[in-house]
């Protein structure tokens, strides 16, 4: 098991690297280098080459680079000139916002996937099983944007249950009602795709021998899905959880733009329209990394829960 450990570890620290390297060529790809981003593409020279002087952009491209990593290090993730504030305060700001919608749309998503899976796996053969995976393909289809917007006319303009948009101010209770179109909204896509995800892997396990055993035993149905089915077929779905999380952060973007959630995903879309480069490198890398240590995590639950691994 501790070989497995290191194998995922160094995995990590790979991408880590990639992702790092990647985001610092992307920057000094911008036409004209960050400094006319910054400024316009009608700045004069001197303006640009003070610019490129102050942010350390005048240096040679390996120098910067090696710069580059020893600032990441310190935790100087950049200034943006657009909100004249150091890029880690504003990351301070909005995380806890993303993370919070975040956290509550995968673990409602993963909830509903269990449960919509184990019966979807249940009734495979039947026609509700069928009708249930058109339902999932549907959902799973359907834009993140479209969804926020249909359910911001139903449940906010005609039925006038939640809020269209915003965070909410005045207590708990209207935070919540605040977070949960948004929540909802991020929610669907994941959980369509995740419950057909584990609706085929419980599905596999109705059919393996035990299964069948168990039913001679007279174990009723109900204890056979949660302590045989749900037991085995969960190991891949926490696998899978972690893969989703990169569509969690791409829905985030959408979803915090539609309901005017102050979050990552608004700022990185703020930031990109005002071509705020700090800013949209310092949340990639952050929503990466985050990915990355997600997956990682993922992989060492799905490990242990696999006794196998224990033995390697």
Known sequence: MFAMILRRLLVSVTSLVLLVTIVFFMIHATPGGPAYSILGMHASPAAVAALNKQMGLSQPLGEQYVIWWWHLLQGRLGYSYIQHTPVTRLLRIYTGRTLLLDLSALGLAA???????????YLAERPL??????????????PVFFVGILLIYILSIRLNLFPPGGIGHHGLDSRLRHLALPVFTLTLPIAAGLSRYFGHQARQEYR???VRTARARGLSDLR???????RNAVRPFVTMVGMMIPAVFVGDVLTESVFNYPGLGWLLWRSALDQDYPTVSAITLFIGVLTILGNLLADLINSILDVRVRYE
């Open 208 to 210: 393996l021998d035990y």
């Open 129 to 142: 099983g069928k009708v249930i995976g058109v339902f999932q393909i549907v959902f799973y289809a359907l």
């Open 224 to 230: 056979i899905a949660l302590h045989h089915v749900l």
């Open 111 to 121: 909830l509903i996937a269990l449960v919509v899976g184990l019966v979807q796996g």
